[in-house]
């Protein structure tokens, strides 16, 4: 797996969240960690998590029954369905924003593009926030983001909170790893890191510099990053054949078994991407296919993260930028609708089965419980501990919160 750093490279208006303090939230918190399925390109959830079987635009696919009484879900996900009694439905998030890219912007930072604010992604904040200084990994890994466009960001925050980009498959991990790693590290390795250090210092001591100081703490970053034990957690041939046949022999099920390895080692935020969900023609031939992918992966995940005892504590998030339209087209594709879609979530101390708010018969509005994407941050940051209201100086001088201040927490999924 080739890897590569990314160095410098509505919320709570009247709610409870309101009045805790960051303190008593980290109180009650129990999530230690987020796992992000992003589903890039805009999944089609009418076919997915909310379907509409009673109506023409429900499409070919049949509903099966699930683990937990009274959740549907596809018939392409009969793996997932037995843990469905760990798993929580949103059908009821809305937005307005139907283009890809300012879509993305909002449903990955809670926050509509504005020009010239840099807003950090919620990988990024998380790391900021959860990530120890002393973590020899980094606090935001990605795995196998799309290329176009770049997302995955830290923003405005300092470097530390920068994602660790994980390239496509497992093949090899040449980024990390150092031929004759404890030779180098004590010899020539060791006198050229002492050098730079000294010369960081020399020009510290003439005065602050944000820059020479975060390219120091990146530095050791780095040096943290190749020792062995670290570069172990990235290699999958340490897992069993079967393993591995059981998340999918596919870029996407292998970073599913790799966000797992990282859980196990405690990084806060991973997201793994599976892109292709486009599907503006032949719709149900791609979901299909892909849904096959995110069944084995998801489905593995919450398996192996109950059978360690880390689910309660790890949130698991399965989402796109927004939905698809009800109705069909004439090239058996769904186009953009970000008026009523859905997420899925797993794990946490409140997902339990659940479905949560609901759209019309014909899937094209929310009937109930509407929620957007700033309450969906705001809902994290409530389970992990993070107060939604603290606020980040920015690029543009002005201080900005980590959750819009007119958002509110979704209160099925917190404690």
């Known amino acids: 797996m080739s890897l590569a750093a990314a160095s410098s490279s ?15 939230t980290a109180t ?37 029954a699930t683990r937990s009484a009274g959740l549907k879900i596809s018939e392409h996900f009969p ?12 059908r009821s998030m809305t937005s307005r924003e139907g283009d890809h890219s300012r879509a993305v912007h909002l449903a990955r930072t809670g926050y509509i593009p504005q020009a010239g604010i840099d807003f950090p992604d919620l990988g990024a904040l998380v790391a900021q926030e959860q990530s120890l200084p002393e973590a020899t990994l980094p606090g935001f890994i990605s795995i196998a983001p799309p290329q176009r466009p770049a997302i995955a960001s830290r923003g405005f925050l300092d470097t530390a909170a920068s994602p660790l980009v994980v390239g ?49 703490s990146a ?37 599913c078994l790799l966000a797992r390895r990282l859980a196990e080692r405690d990084v806060p935020f991973v997201e793994v991407s599976l892109g292709g969900w486009d599907t503006h023609y032949d719709n149900f031939g791609r979901v299909a296919g892909l849904s096959s992918q995110l069944d084995s992966g998801f489905a593995s995940l919450i398996q192996d993260l109950s059978e360690r005892g880390m689910l309660d504590e790890t949130l698991i998030l399965c989402q796109g930028e927004f939905g698809r339209t009800p109705k069909i087209n004439p090239n058996s594709g769904r186009d953009h609708w970000p008026k009523a879609w859905a997420v899925m979530m797993a794990g946490g101390p409140n997902c339990h089965g659940q479905v949560v708010g609901s759209t019309c018969r014909d899937g094209t509005v929310v009937e109930s ?7 969906l941050i705001a809902t994290v940051c409530a389970n992990m501990g993070i107060d939604p209201m603290k606020q980040n100086d920015s690029n543009v001088n002005r201080p900005i919160r980590i959750a819009d201040p007119t958002a509110s927490v979704i209160e099925e999924l917190v404690g």
């Open 28 to 64: 009650n918190a129990k999530v230690k960690r987020v796992i992000l399925l992003w589903l890039h390109g805009g999944p089609a959830t009418i076919d997915l998590w909310d379907l509409k079987k009673q109506h023409e635009n429900g499409g070919p696919f049949q509903e099966i």
């Open 10 to 24: 509505a919320m709570l208006g009247g709610s409870w969240l309101r009045s805790l303090s960051a303190s008593e």
């Open 219 to 255: 530095t050791q970053r780095a040096l943290r990053m190749m020792h062995p034990d670290v570069v172990a957690a990235f290699d999958l041939t340490n897992e069993s054949d079967s393993v591995r046949d059981r998340y999918g022999r596919t870029i996407f099920g292998q970073g």
């Open 79 to 90: 793996q997932l369905a037995n843990w469905a009694q760990h798993c929580a439905v949103v």
């Open 369 to 375: 419980k509407p929620y957007q994407v700033p309450d």
């Open 168 to 216: 496509e498959m497992a093949k090899s991990i040449d980024d990390l790893v150092v031929r004759d790693l404890e030779q180098r590290l004590s010899s020539d390795l060791s006198r050229r890191v002492d050098l730079l250090s000294r010369m960081n210092d020399q020009f510290l001591q003439q005065g602050d510099d944000r820059q020479v100081m975060e390219f120091a």
